[in-house]
T-cell receptor, first 115, second 111 residues
Framework: GQQLNQSPQSMFIQEGEDVSMNCTSS?????WLWYKQEPGEGPVLLIA?????ELTSNGRLTAQFGITRKDSFLNISASIPSDVGIYFC???????????????FGQGTILTVHP | DAGVIQSPRHEVTEMGQEVTLRCKPI?????LFWYRQTMMRGLELLIY????????DSGMPEDRFSAKMPNASFSTLKIQPSEPRDSAVYFC?????????FGPGTRLTVL
């Protein structure tokens, strides 16, 4: 199956700062997904990327599908306290697969925002 | 619209006991997934169903785990007998040919 490496593992930032995290895979992906998980809840889909080079925004969040198809980036601008949570990247568990079946998840980036 | 519903939200049991986790997917979704989340291993897919049929159960840890989906609106994940190493948060997710929507999870503690 695909392996995902997500970094950094954790971030402690001040409110208002921008945040950047990334995910790399051991092989080519057709889809990249970014999820956020808040304490006591399940992951919630933030952004889905389906094409190499694609840049997609969702409010203050922007994600990019790397040109090599082996990486993806998530940026959060002007962070606020409610951005706190664990951010996961995810992609198809099998090479050439879609996001509709098995997903493999990165280890997650724990984000803490100080007011 | 109601999201994915899981019950119970918390379960504490003793080693050796049978545990049954329940999931109601979003209406109209035809794929259902069971995931397990631990600090050590992160989010792992256990099994997934498409149109109520199990498609891939390669993530099921061992024979003590079983899952069923008797109809489009209900699925169970059973552990019998339970062991302390089964302690984790178990998530159910559903989808309809697209990204998955996760339920709130069941936090299982096996003493």
């Amino acid at each position: 199956g695909q392996q995902l490496n997500q970094s950094p593992q954790s971030m402690f930032i001040q409110e208002g700062e921008d945040v950047s995290m990334n995910c790399t895979s051991s092989s080519i992906f057709n889809t990249w997904l970014w999820y956020k998980q808040e304490p006591g809840e399940g992951p919630v889909l933030l952004i889905a990327l389906y094409k190499a080079g694609e840049l997609t925004s969702n409010g203050r969040l922007t994600a990019q599908f790397g040109i090599t198809r082996k990486d993806s980036f998530l940026n959060i601008s002007a962070s606020i306290p409610s951005d706190v949570g664990i951010y996961f990247c995810a992609g198809p568990a099998n090479a050439g697969g879609t996001s509709y079946g098995k997903l493999t998840f990165g280890q997650g980036t724990i984000l803490t925002v100080h007011p | 619209d109601a999201g994915v519903i899981q019950s119970p939200r918390h379960e504490v049991t003793e080693m050796g006991q049978e545990v049954t986790l329940r999931c109601k997917p979003i209406s109209g979704h035809n794929s259902l997934f069971w995931y397990r989340q631990t600090m050590m291993r992160g989010l792992e897919l256990l099994i997934y169903f498409n149109n109520n049929v199990p498609i891939d159960d390669s993530g099921m840890p061992e024979d003590r785990f079983s899952a069923k989906m008797p109809n489009a609106s209900f699925s169970t994940l059973k552990i019998q007998p339970s062991e302390p190493r089964d302690s984790a948060v178990y998530f159910c997710a559903s989808s309809r040919g697209g990204p998955k929507f996760f339920g709130p999870g069941t936090r299982l503690t096996v003493l």
